[in-house]
């Protein structure tokens, strides 16, 4: 079986495990105090040339959205999402446990726009009973989007200035931050991020880490206590060195840069075995997520070779699947894909 | 100024008043355990057929749909609520304070079906990440809806099969539901409703009470507890025989439904002003909300007279406009409006 | 039966339901945004010598209690109450619901003081693992308390200095409030009381009124979006103007001290009965609860004729019992009651 | 510097470190649906005796706490806990803000016994006002307890049968679990424990883990839906393999035993280091926490060369401090720790 069903089916990339080999007989303070974190949160303050931004690191990515979101609201506040995105439809309602609604807004491929949110912003607050709905308070976008695209920088400035203008705090999911920053057409990097967002994650699970995400926060008001709320979820990991140790090794000689290209490189061969053999794509991803449309009469032969997601129906006789790529693809599983594509009948 | 603007604008229908007049000086033991609510919630039973139903009365709708739902459900569960309920949009997330999320169904002039909820359920159920995702346990509706429409012994019913079928709770929000019983075309009664939803509630707040809303619990799983719910939910009320006499005095004599039919009568009335002078409605509403489209020229000047909500702009030149009738809305009220209705220029 | 079991076994003082008679035919905005809220708040913003503080009315008081603390804390906040505080031990866990922890000090008759305060303040800020404990952000105290008791203006300017010192918001339940007032040695008043409470409420219920608390905001911080609290927990009363004529009826003549000094008078007689005839109490309540300790062969006769609370076994052969006196305990009551102790056994 | 502060202050034991790097190429199910979870749970069913027990893996212990007990309680219900008990004190509200209360019960050594869980039970229940106060559903302890010692099978025999009388959960924390088991005196086993409780976990993070907790659930009540819970509060590991990994690293060569052998036997050495030279302790733990009272005056020194606790003040000279072994202690730490105790001055 060769798997192209997700970026986490494997462990960590060797230089990580490597890493957390060598400091294992270390002692250090618990709980994220220790010297690794605090060297990995300035390697990041650093790469995102914003020295005062604090930086937490958490295990997981919902772990991350709830904390972050729970950290930033009053009770009466809500949360401005794509409605493809993953606190809305994929974290059984992790957000709406900590007490808050989320605002599903259309996407275009997995993108909100500045134009939406003002508008939503709008409409709430002049409405006659402004009070018997839900305060919109921050916005939540993820990049790259569930669908694997990308926003581009007017896109993500015009964002942050209609937040800015209402108020709105602007977070960005970045699960996969590495990928949308190496694919073809990506103009957005980490200082441009750091200064468009109150606060975002890089994510290091689906980019080659064991686990781990880390929380940039620019913002001054999202700072306080946050630690507390981290303690409060259940997400302070005892030995919290494994974090900031992963994040020194992705980060202190460019391996997250370097498996990103890879991988997104991996996907654009992917890509372009379904294209070149006429297959359309439900969604324009230049990441790591990869959406042909299929015919359902190929889907059982390939799937005895080859684990991927099936995604939705298109039509009566076409499916909607999910081809990914990790920092574990193998060059060859790509090449036995081409192969087999290529025989496909047509 | 003549106000058609809402069915909360006035104390209560004599005949209630009255009755807490009588009973002011006496003694009662406090928080809905005095003899008033116990004989009210008798009458109820009996007019629901349903001799084992719970009674309980809350001061309020939003308090009433929050104390049921977070009752019934389990952290990961949620509501099923067509876009336009009450608790989708008009309760400033109060499902969601309670922890769960409140799934929207597209609604057909208010109204959800039982194949949506059907198709709602299976996609959960069957989604790969099912778990991932939160679980529908509890249908709601409310009768009328937000938009005046009415459901139908057929209808209900097949919502009614279908929840039956996966296990999900149905609850029907009763905020105005004499003006649905009493509607022209309505086929429902209260026997029929009890059998059908797990747990619904009886206006009273919007039909001639100073306040109130009397909870039906039909189903024993829901019955456990529930006033433990009412306590921590702020929502028992010291002085709870106000309740219980409200009810009473609606139910002793039918008052309820006198009330209603008189003012889905003026409504009619209403309805017909509108109707014969050529403007369309937004929705087919047979209850005590009528949703006219006017144009926006004729707005001042109706305003200057008459009460009204503006509910949204149809087109560039149209706008639609609620007018609602309450037990104290007169018939001279009607008349003169249908004197200014007549004069508008066409 | 003679009632002094509590202070809520009746409906309105006569002057109140007065009041809503006279404006029941009236229609006006609803949810609290009427002239009659408007006013009833001017006439408590003056009593209070507060020209800027927010007044809002809610219908009961463990409401009120979570909306306040709810809104004002942050979600890793904690509040300090006395052990015996109604929100710690008599509400149903409405504060934690919230997702609150409340640390219980040990109380003096009902009462907490402000070096307690600074020693939990501190004793949680030096912690070795602060973050992993709750973070105190309000102090809620009763007046009377629980136990009848009051506060003079020393120990609540202590108090107030103390929370001030250390940015902790003071809290006063009021539900009682007049009887504190009226009582004999009390020396605080509603323009001190405004003064040294962040926020503090004025208790109808219990004084009265068919229902409702006044919230008086004095502090900046707490007034903001107070309404959407107020909505989302269900408490938002769509006949608001009932809640504003009533404390109108009670504040624009003096009513409210009228009735409570009433109160008092009468509970002082009471509590001389129980002295005179050489039973001790439990806590020295100036105000219209008192706690006589009375043998156990006793209360059998005495159950027949009065009710009255069973509070708790004070030895093998001694019970604590209540006795409550109302804006409705009438003179006779009284003097039976001094004929039936006298004629107890010694 | 040499350690004794905590046990989580290095990595994992070699034997665990060893089997990630082993499989970290492989590819496998994420969210704990792997084969390796599947095998790990199958070895802790089979010690337990118990082959119809779920067991779930989760990362940190509060985590574990907050999914557990948020799982099994309905809104109102409360947890009965040891006023020393972690969920009481150490993780920053983490219950209360799942919404439920934690009622502390004081406690001996950290233990709680079946007589004041009765009584508890039977206050609550009893209570006049018994809907005004949170209802007791679990009862949490942990063995060993905050403070070292441990449950005797007779001790937690008789806990178990009061709550099954009363229909209470009862919940073991065992974060330390291999320390109590192996300890001097212990009588208990996996499978007693097993029997006695509805659920428990078995802790990996201070035993030698890199982190990881494994919950035992037996009764058919708890085990519905648990999966969904996990996910909502952000707790399900994509890459959950690593779980399973360390589980059974520990469990198929009884690891886990015999570092927690090991341990302690450390831990009486530390102990018997103090008890021979005159030093009392402030808990009678026979596991890898000791609290010996120290004098002031001999702290500074002590602290130059070894990591510890301050626990508290013992008196105005004296102070207690913690002493924990982990499977990373050294025998010659305890050596040198042994001549230093033995010179200081008398």
């Given at each position: 079986m060769i798997r192209f069903n997700n970026d986490y089916s494997e462990g960590a990339h060797p230089k990580i495990l490597e890493k957390l080999i060598q400091t294992n007989d270390e002692q250090t303070a618990g709980y994220g105090e220790d010297e690794y974190c605090h060297q990995a949160a300035g390697l990041i303050r650093k790469l995102c040339c914003n020295e005062n931004a604090d930086v937490h690191f958490i295990v997981g990515g919902t772990q991350t959205n709830l904390i972050v979101i729970s950290a930033a609201l009053r009770p009466h506040q809500c949360v401005l999402s794509a409605s493809s995105g993953h606190i809305s439809v994929?974290?059984?309602?992790a957000i709406e446990a900590t007490g808050h609604k989320v605002i599903a807004l259309p996407d275009t491929d997995g993108k909100i726009n500045a134009e939406q949110i003002e508008q939503t912003w709008l409409d709430h607050i002049h409405d006659?009973?402004?009070?018997h709905i839900t305060q919109p308070r921050l916005v939540y976008i993820s990049?790259?989007?569930?669908?694997g695209t990308i926003y581009s920088k007017k896109e993500l400035s015009e964002i942050s200035r209609v937040c800015r203008k209402y108020g709105l705090y602007l977070y960005m999911d970045g699960a996969r931050l590495g990928y949308g920053l190496c694919a073809k057409g990506n103009d957005l990097d980490l200082p441009f991020i750091a200064e468009c967002c109150d606060v975002f994650y890089i994510g290091g699970t689906k980019i080659g880490a064991l686990f781990g995400e880390a929380v940039v926060i620019g913002n001054e008001e999202l700072k306080k206590d946050f630690r507390y709320i981290i303690k409060q979820r259940g997400a302070?990991?005892?030995?919290?060195r494994l974090l900031g140790l992963q994040f020194i090794a992705l980060f202190e000689d460019n391996l997250y840069f370097e498996i990103s290209e890879h991988v997104v490189a991996l996907a654009e061969k992917v890509r372009d075995i379904f294209a070149e053999n006429g297959y359309p794509f439900l969604y324009p991803s230049p990441t790591n997520q990869q959406f042909p449309i299929l015919p359902d009469a190929v889907l059982p032969a390939l799937k005895e070779k080859y684990a991927f997601s099936?995604?939705?129906?298109?039509d009566a006789d076409h499916t909607v699947v999910r081809f990914c790529t990790s920092w574990a693809t193998k060059e060859e599983s790509v090449a036995a894909l081409r192969e087999d594509i290529r025989r496909l009948p047509k």
């Open positions: 994929h974290e059984t309602g006659e009973s402004f009070e990049n790259p989007t569930e669908y302070m990991l005892a030995k919290g099936t995604w939705q129906k298109f």
